[in-house]
């Protein structure tokens, strides 16, 4: 099924200056899938001095999120450089993957666990085929953004341009897990950006993800960790993440029947009940927290998964400053 076309050359305009490149086909093998793909060999010309950087992802259905991660991804490296798989050959992609690198793979069957697993193993295969040709690949679900604290001065391409990644495989942001404050937050208009919409979020180990890798390396279900490695909590960068952002949306997953055939009925109670949660719970500054849980991330391990971070079960809901409004 062809789902993307693109021309033989492409130029693409970003902050970090003019990007040309051309294709080739190439071949990754997961234990389940060899799949032929029309891999991009990067040619850069930069005004200044800039990382390559590719982000992948894969999707089952996709709205609200997917528009805007291709917007938002797509903004700062280029939408040639955004790889998506499609879950399921019943999936047809959306007018916003036109010009993206899109492919529809055979679903990955199984439960949750299972199907995680196999998710993470046929993406960690596929991102070692392109640190081939980048410096920097990144791997986020699709309602997750990362992004540099604003008041760096800095984007997310100058900002992985920066860091120093010698004897490092892969960096992690500090997870911040956006949940909508009722009843002063009412339900989310999904044609504007939701941060400033949204203005809370709770300090989540769970979301403090190696989602960025420079080596090639296997990612543990749902980018939640790199198998046999350690990470590191990259200063000043976060993860938003905003699959609880929205009661509606919420009550839409709990009632969808695919959903609770693989499994994901009590993850998605779990989720439910963080709206009663952060109703109830005094925010933080975003200063005081967010410094907290990133020290306390870095050094606590729990004894049963030591590449994971810890809070020791503290919870922590931080007010988003504004400077984050409007972002995405």
């Given at each position: ?15 970090s200056g003019t990007r040309h490149f051309t ?64 879950d399921g050959e019943d999936q047809v992609p ?181 709206f009663g949660l952060v109703a109830g719970m ?47």
């Amino acid at each position: 099924m062809n789902v993307a076309q693109t021309t033989d050359r492409t130029v693409v305009k970003t902050k970090s200056g003019t990007r040309h490149f051309t294709k080739s086909a190439d071949t990754f093998t997961n234990n389940k899938y060899s799949i032929s793909l029309q891999e991009s060999e990067k040619r850069f010309t930069f005004e200044h001095m800039s990382a390559r950087i590719a982000a992948i992802t894969m999707v089952r259905g996709g709205e609200p999120f997917l528009a805007k991660w291709i917007r938002w991804y797509g903004s700062l490296l280029g939408p040639g450089h955004l790889y998506i798989f499609f879950d399921g050959e019943d999936q047809v992609p959306p007018p916003c993957t036109a010009h993206c690198n899109v492919r529809v793979v055979p679903r990955v069957e199984g439960n949750v666990a299972r199907g995680d697993r196999g998710r993470a193993g046929l993406l960690s295969s596929f991102a070692a085929t392109l640190l081939r040709s980048y410096d920097f690949v990144i791997g986020t679900d699709i309602d997750e953004f990362l992004c540099p604290d604003p008041s760096t001065g800095l984007d997310l391409v100058q900002y992985l341009s920066a860091l120093d990644r010698k004897g490092s495989k892969s960096f992690s942001a500090l997870g911040c897990d956006v949940v909508q404050r009722m009843p002063e937050e009412g339900p989310m208009d999904w044609s504007k950006p939701m941060l400033g919409q949204r203005s809370h979020a709770l300090l989540s180990t769970r979301y403090t993800k190696a989602s960025i890798l420079c080596a090639p390396l296997k990612w543990g279900s749902g980018f939640h960790r790199v198998k046999g490695h350690n990470f590191h909590i990259a200063k000043d960068l976060y993860l938003f993440h905003f699959g609880c952002s929205d009661a509606a949306l919420q009550n839409v997953r709990l009632s969808d029947s695919d959903l609770a055939s693989r499994g994901w009925s009590r993850h998605l109670g779990k989720r439910q009940r963080l709206f009663g949660l952060v109703a109830g719970m005094q925010p933080r500054s975003w200063e005081s927290g967010t410094a907290l849980a990133r020290r306390l991330q870095s050094a606590i391990r729990p004894p049963w998964a030591w590449n994971k971070p810890s809070m020791l079960g503290l919870r922590m809901l931080v007010s988003i400053p504004e400077r984050f409004f409007g972002l995405f």
